[in-house]
């Protein structure tokens, strides 16, 4: 009985540990390591997410701060030209003709200038309507007749149509002490609100623009509401908002509880030039529960992997489980190595992975969009690098690439090179005699005309530095090249830009011609200095010259270059 007792246990356990249950166990054992270092690594990746999100609001959130700064900046900017305008008469009457050209059309911010005598009477401005109202009950009008320096004011409602506002005030004094106008510009709020919208559509953020009181002057379009209103006015902010604007501290970051007990991160800094804060605050659990659910639906995932896994050690472990692993495994290994156009999907899988193979395409299509967004974005920033603002050409950054990919091309082709330096004769005297503002527009008209005959000529134009421009010119040879240069001189002339103070009585251009075929023994800045030199001589001739500077080209063993008048 006992034998037979045994004999019975033994098929038992036999029956137990059968090729399915051992293939089921291998399985297990195979797959356990791995589940536990998917988990591992799904933490690790959480954690990841969470401070990539923090970095990338933080990134959004300075760009806000320096879109506000910037427009601060350009209203300073404007107040002082017109000051300067206004100062630089010889009576003390408002210039009230020259006030609508202080205000560029490019500042969508500016809603109005005003000239404003020293009672608060508005003496004329941009917008008719405002002439005759009173700002001696401003504050901030008061504070800028005292402290006779640029002034910011806090959150307003305009007098003339009861917007929100921020006014600035400029003292002519600051510039002429015997002048007792002031320069007053209205700032659109709703301007600067537009430009914290990127952050409208974050979970779990919000952010806001205070005046030194704590009002909030500008939100994103979700929290738009807010504006005009204490931020201490939301009960659960008012510790947080009365500490963020302490005048004592221009830039902090600290956390404070929700009433829902969530934990809150606010970050606060001071707007240069003006006493308003940027402030942002983050709700973690806001900001990670995309990620939460995205790891509960991973962990999901696995537990579905896992039971194929079981499953197919029971009906054929190399057949459905073994090669779909590894087929996944090699797609992933592709995606890794750049191959963003690969799919989990294009291979033959079983049913049970498909979820997976999808949520692994769209994890790859959607790294694939990424790098296109970030080479977009890194070719505008390339782009807006190279550009001269003020001439609309390329600035010398910008020329130097141009010259290196056009002087390979001609050592590759052995084709000719010429590289015009242009300069604007007496141009020290000109901004002396008629300001810099119209410096600067005869520099922006000459670089127009560059543009136009660099076009003409298949050239490159650009701004090389201050009043000097240059215009590179492939497959030309040094005749043609003086040819162009003489037509750049004669252009610029034929401009008719006035000039008292020069000899010729117009704005005239000196330009200098170098033309070479590049080759091992010369490079670009040879060329540059030929250039140079060239348009040296073009000044000591008596400047509207045009002068070309030879070079010797190097014999095929090397040698010296040599720059021969």
Not at 20 to 35: D, E, F, G, N
Not at 374 to 387: C, E, G, K, P, Y
Not at 498 to 506: E, F, G, I, K, V
Not at 511 to 519: D, T
Request: charged share 20%.
């Amino acid at each position: 009985m006992s034998s037979f007792g045994f004999k019975r246990k033994t098929i038992g356990l036999r029956k137990l540990f059968g090729i399915r249950a051992r293939l089921a166990l291998l399985a297990l054992i195979l797959v356990t390591p791995l589940m536990l270092e998917r988990a591992r690594s799904l933490e690790e990746a959480r954690n990841k997410q969470i401070a990539l999100a923090y970095s990338e609001f933080s990134r959004i959130a300075q760009q806000s701060a320096d879109s506000e700064r910037e427009a601060i900046s350009s209203v300073e900017t404007v107040l002082k030209s017109a000051a300067h305008i206004q100062a630089s008469k010889k009576n003390s009457d408002p210039s009230c003709d020259t006030l609508s050209a202080s205000l560029p059309v490019s500042l969508p911010w500016i809603r109005n200038l005003a000239i404003v005598s020293s009672e608060g009477r508005i003496k004329c401005a941009t917008l008719d309507t405002l002439i005759g109202l009173d700002l001696s009950d401003r504050d901030y009008f008061r504070r800028a007749r005292q402290a006779h320096d640029l002034i910011f004011s806090d959150f307003l409602l305009s007098k003339y149509d009861n917007e929100p506002v921020v006014m600035a005030a400029y003292p002519v004094a600051a510039v002429n002490p015997e002048s007792d106008l002031f320069i007053v510009a209205s700032v659109n709020l709703g301007w600067m609100s537009t430009v914290m919208n990127d952050l409208s559509d974050r979970r779990g953020i919000m952010a806001f623009l205070l005046d030194s009181a704590g009002t909030v002057m500008a939100a994103p379009t979700d929290l738009a509401r807010l504006v005009g209103h204490p931020l201490n006015s939301v009960p659960a902010l008012a510790a947080a908002a009365t500490r963020a604007i302490n005048p004592d501290q221009p830039s902090g970051m600290f956390s404070f509880p929700a009433p829902d007990g969530a934990k809150l991160t606010l970050s606060f800094s001071r707007i240069p030039g003006a006493q308003s804060r940027m402030v942002l605050i983050v709700d973690e659990a806001r900001v990670a529960a995309g990620i939460n659910r995205d790891i509960r639906n991973a962990y999901y995932q696995l537990a579905l992997v896992c039971l194929i896994v079981l499953l197919g050690a029971l009906i054929a472990a190399e057949t459905l489980i073994i090669r779909p692993i590894r087929k996944l495994v090699a797609v992933a290994r592709r995606v890794g190595e750049g191959e963003w156009s690969v799919r989990a999907s294009d291979s033959p899988l079983p049913a049970e992975f498909a979820p997976l193979a999808r949520a692994f395409d769209r994890m790859a299509g959607q790294l694939s969009e990424r790098e296109r967004e970030l080479i977009a974005s890194n070719d505008r920033l390339t782009v807006m690098a190279s550009i001269d603002m003020l001439s609309g050409l390329a600035n010398r950054r910008g020329f130097q690439s141009r010259l290196d990919f056009e002087w390979a091309k001609a050592a590759q082709s052995n084709g000719e090179l010429s590289l015009l330096m242009i300069d604007v004769d007496y141009f020290k005297l000109f901004n002396d005699t008629y300001g810099h503002p119209e410096g600067d527009a005869c520099l922006s008209r000459i670089g127009e005309t560059l543009s136009q005959i660099a076009l003409a000529t298949s050239g490159f134009a650009a701004r090389y530095g201050g009043e000097e421009f240059c215009l590179l010119i492939p497959n030309t040879d040094a005749s043609h090249a003086l040819e162009i240069g003489e037509m750049v001189r004669e252009t610029v002339l034929n401009l008719d830009i006035l000039h008292a103070t020069s000899a010729y009585q117009a704005v005239t251009v000196s330009v200098g011609v170098a033309s070479l075929r590049p080759n091992t023994a010369l490079n670009p800045n040879d060329l540059l200095e030929a250039a140079d030199a060239s348009l040296y001589i073009a000044k000591r001739q008596g400047r509207n010259r045009v002068a070309e500077h030879g070079l010797a080209q190097a014999g095929e063993n090397g040698g010296a270059v040599a720059l021969a008048g």
